[in-house]
Nanobody, 123 residues
């Protein structure tokens, strides 16, 4: 069982930046790690993902050019969020999967999830 813990959420003004962290108890079995977000009353949305061993990175259309995923260590991943807008307000979740052939944007393909961290962007 892999435990994932997010941190770094908070309140920021529009145009500002935040960096989220995801710390994993173990990534040996994981092929992909990803970030998702969920706003009140909306479905969970794909933010981005990284193929853990090779470093291939994928982004959702709504965050391309503003957010950056990085692998810092074997157990630590960042989500750097720049040029934040109120529509980015959501609970952000870190996720991981040991499955190789997945659709990186599909929540159902991820086995492990963190508890989430709230990001609020004020206008």
């Amino acid at each position: 069982q892999v435990q994932l813990v997010e941190s770094g959420g908070g309140l920021v003004q529009a145009g500002g930046s935040l960096r989220l962290s995801c710390t994993a108890s173990d990534t040996f079995s994981l092929y992909y790690m990803g970030w998702f977000r969920q706003a009140p009353g909306k479905e969970r949305e794909f933010v981005g993902a990284i193929r853990w061993s090779l470093g291939n990175i994928y982004y959702g259309d709504s965050v391309k050019g503003r957010f950056t995923i990085s692998k810092v260590t074997e157990k630590l991943m960042y989500l750097q969020m720049n040029s934040l807008i109120p529509e980015d307000t959501a609970v952000y979740y870190c996720a991981g999967t040991p499955i190789w052939g997945i659709s990186v944007s599909s929540t159902s393909d991820y086995r492990y999830w963190g508890q989430g961290t709230q990001v609020t962007v004020s206008s």
